[in-house]
Nanobody, 113 residues
Framework: QVQLVESGGGLAQSGGSLNLSCVYS????????MAWYRQAPGKQRELVAS???????NIAESVKGRFTISRDNTQSTVYLQMDNLIPEDTAVYYC???????WGRGIQVTVSS
């Protein structure tokens, strides 16, 4: 069974950084579009960033210039580097494979002011 397993979340201060990782356990990772979403308390889940097999990147305006998505096909891993964090970035972050609507369990990111 294909799984997505996130790691790297936790608590950060405003202005700090965190690096999320998501390991994909299935085949042909290099052929998959991968994405990160987040859901803050009381809000809808929103797309943060996505990356195609050819490294075409789509990133939300709210995090542009602060967050970077990347992938390592040799490790079947997608990353979300989050810099200059602000309290509004506090949310549960989810890794996603759009094809087949596969989701990770989510990981908490909390940014204190």
């Amino acid at each position: 069974q294909v799984q997505l397993v996130e790691s790297g979340g936790g608590l950060a201060q405003s202005g700090g950084s965190l690096n999320l990782s998501c390991v994909y356990s299935g085949p042909e990772f290099e052929k998959r579009i991968m994405a990160w979403y987040r859901q803050a308390p009381g809000k809808q889940r929103e797309l943060v960033a996505s990356i195609s097999p050819s490294n075409f990147i789509n990133i939300a305006e709210s995090v542009k210039g602060r967050f970077t998505i990347s992938r390592d096909n040799t490790q079947s891993t997608v990353y979300l580097q989050m810099d200059n964090l602000i309290p509004e970035d506090t949310a549960v972050y989810y890794c996603n494979r759009p094809v087949g609507n596969l989701w990770g369990r989510g990981i908490q990111v909390t940014v204190s002011s």
